[in-house]
């Protein structure tokens, strides 16, 4: 037994350092991608469910890989927020972003939101208000239209720094949500302490919807939501019934494969040339 735990312990470590491996290989490649501009942010349609129009989009990283196809983003963010490399991906993502707003805006689309993924670890990194600040007198945009979508992928270590970094922001005058509402680390004190104005519905509570369950877990979100004066979307959208369940019960907003896929910018503008038109 002794002989086969030595044996075991063995293999173990060799997994683990395998993994490792993988990890800094990755964040060599993704590093390198970065510096070679390959990056690319694609855009995801928000619509209200009012008025089933797009009055947003989400802003989403895309990393593609020499067959044309991408390597997925919940595989490089959370390396990139081991390594790091995330506060300068996550400044470029933002300029990115406020660039795209500028150019819709003036392409007459005045009052759609822009949502940015910005993680924990950019909002505990030095002077990252800051850095928004600067960004922003660059390109000047009406911040009320940019979201930053809080995500929790790490526990929050350092609370009070998150908490206020995101007061810093708030002032700056961007909205804020908190994604994947009820998955993450996030505890519910932190609604009180937080200047949110968003809760975003994670998919998979929008995905238990059949016609005979009910989406307790959805429904309790939105109606908490409400409560504390926030408004709400739901992504993951992909049924026609998931939409209209999400309407009855108050929901603000939606975003899925049903309406549309994330997509470059040059196809968002066509995108939403095709809705007006055919309004
Ligand atoms: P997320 O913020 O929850 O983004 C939503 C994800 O759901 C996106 O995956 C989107 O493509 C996908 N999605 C949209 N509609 C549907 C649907 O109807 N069904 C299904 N099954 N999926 C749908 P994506 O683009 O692969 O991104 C994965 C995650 O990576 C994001 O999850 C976000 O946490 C992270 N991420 C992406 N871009 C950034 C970024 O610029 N910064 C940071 N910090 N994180 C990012
Ligand atoms: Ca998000
Ligand atoms: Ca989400
Ligand atoms: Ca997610």
Sequence with gaps: AKKNSTLNHFWYSFEIEEKTLWRIELIRRLTSAFERRELELWFQPQLCLNSMKVCGVEALLRWPDANGKFIPPNQFIPAAEYSGLIVDLGLWVFREALRSARMLHAQGYKDLTIAVNVSIIQLRSNNFAQNIKLLLSEFTVDPSLIELEITESVVMD??????????????????????????????LSYLQK??????KVDRQFVQEFTPDT?????ETIIALAHKLNLSTIAEGVERPDQAEFLKEIGCEQVQGYLYARPMPLSNLFVHLQNQNNSL
């Design 214 to 218: 009910q989406a307790h877990i959805a």
């Design 158 to 187: 350092e609370p009070d720094v998150v908490i206020q970094s995101l007061h810093q922001l708030k002032e700056l005058g961007f909205k804020i949500a908190i994604d994947d509402f009820g998955t993450g680390f996030s505890s």
């Design 194 to 199: 937080m200047p949110i104005d968003r809760l």
